[in-house]
């Protein structure tokens, strides 16, 4: 599982995070949900102990980040939103010089079974750089997992995807869900967090303003919103249920617009500002 208590962090004068208190269980996927700047970044870092908070604790399987460095690795994986393959190798390659940098036990049998949990036996020998942008990105997550992580952090897993290889990103993760891997993931996509996450926390400004279900954190803000232009302007309102949206959509003239209410929209109501 994954804690933290009044965790901060501070570079010079601006406070990247404050005050985070948190608690992920065991198994479950969690989002970090925000747009740049909010903080999401900070938290990985600090969680993956590549930053030092400036203050407060957090924990990884019990084991403390700071203090205990060498036994947090031994228990995550992290897969980066920048793609850091080799791409003169093969996807066999990759692997295989990874797993021996971690000295993963029946380090060839590993590599087959990840290579077609992530559908990609029949490319196993071919040259990376030639794979598709979706087939790379699969290949980074089979990195990632090859030491058996308990906790593995996904940075922004579907960034500059097309939505077919998004929705594949989405069932292997899906797939690790359901083996009893703790995730967390980063997002600016509210589908995806809406897809694969079973709570979210909403990131902004490095605090911490909202956690819970995305339907839950939906019902905070009403079930629909009326979507209408009034001077060159589009203007949200966001009501209870479709009988109080028609009501306000026959107040409007014309383009009016219902539907339903997503997480961005409780971002929008609970930020003033709109996920970029």
Same mark, same amino acid.
């Given at each position: 599982?994954?804690?933290?208590e009044g =965790? !901060? $962090?501070?570079?010079?004068? %601006?406070t /990247?995070l404050?005050?985070?208190?948190?608690e992920v269980a065991?198994g479950?996927v969690?989002?970090?949900?925000?747009?740049?700047g909010a *903080?999401?970044?900070?938290?990985?870092?600090?969680?993956?102990t590549? /930053?030092?908070?400036?203050a407060g604790r957090?924990?990884?399987q019990?084991y403390d980040v700071v203090?205990q460095?060498l036994a947090?690795?031994?228990?995550? /994986?992290?897969c980066?939103q920048?793609i850091n393959l080799?791409?003169e190798l093969?996807a066999? &390659?990759?692997l295989?010089i990874y797993?021996?940098?971690?000295?993963?036990?029946?380090?060839?049998?590993?590599l087959w079974e990840?290579? &077609?949990?992530?559908?990609l036996?029949d490319? /196993? +020998?071919?040259?990376?750089?030639?794979?598709?942008?979706?087939q790379?990105r699969?290949l980074?997550?089979?990195?990632a997992?090859?030491?058996?992580?308990?906790? #593995?952090?996904?940075? &922004?897993?579907t960034?500059g995807l097309?939505?077919?290889?998004r929705?594949q990103?989405?069932?292997m993760?899906?797939q690790l869900?359901q083996?009893g891997i !703790?995730?967390m993931v980063t997002t600016h996509?509210i589908e995806e967090a &809406? $897809?694969l996450?079973?709570r979210?926390? @909403?990131?902004?400004r490095?605090? #911490?303003?909202? %956690?819970d279900t995305p339907?839950?954190?939906?019902?905070?803000? *009403?079930g629909?919103v009326?979507e209408?232009?009034?001077n *060159?302007?589009? +203007?949200y309102?966001?009501?209870?249920?479709k009988?109080e949206a028609y009501?306000?959509a026959?107040?409007?003239?014309?383009?009016?617009?219902?539907r339903?209410s997503n997480?961005?929209?409780?971002? @929008?109501?609970?930020?003033?500002?709109? =996920?970029?």
């Amino acid at each position: 599982m994954i804690r933290t208590e009044g =965790l !901060t $962090k501070y570079y010079r004068q %601006v406070t /990247a995070l404050a005050d985070l208190n948190l608690e992920v269980a065991t198994g479950e996927v969690f989002g970090l949900l925000g747009p740049n700047g909010a *903080g999401k970044t900070t938290t990985i870092k600090i969680l993956t102990t590549l /930053a030092k908070p400036s203050a407060g604790r957090a924990f990884i399987q019990g084991y403390d980040v700071v203090s205990q460095p060498l036994a947090v690795k031994r228990c995550i /994986a992290v897969c980066p939103q920048e793609i850091n393959l080799d791409k003169e190798l093969t996807a066999y &390659e990759n692997l295989l010089i990874y797993g021996k940098l971690y000295r993963v036990p029946d380090l060839k049998k590993r590599l087959w079974e990840l290579l &077609e949990i992530g559908e990609l036996v029949d490319r /196993a +020998h071919d040259l990376v750089k030639i794979f598709s942008g979706g087939q790379q990105r699969r290949l980074l997550i089979l990195r990632a997992l090859l030491s058996r992580p308990q906790v #593995l952090f996904l940075d &922004e897993p579907t960034v500059g995807l097309d939505p077919q290889i998004r929705r594949q990103i989405w069932e292997m993760i899906q797939q690790l869900h359901q083996q009893g891997i !703790t995730i967390m993931v980063t997002t600016h996509y509210i589908e995806e967090a &809406e $897809k694969l996450c079973g709570r979210v926390g @909403i990131l902004n400004r490095g605090r #911490l303003i909202a %956690v819970d279900t995305p339907t839950a954190l939906v019902q905070l803000v *009403g079930g629909y919103v009326v979507e209408s232009h009034d001077n *060159g302007r589009r +203007h949200y309102d966001l009501v209870r249920d479709k009988n109080e949206a028609y009501a306000l959509a026959q107040r409007h003239h014309d383009d009016v617009t219902i539907r339903q209410s997503n997480l961005e929209d409780v971002f @929008i109501q609970l930020t003033g500002e709109r =996920l970029q």
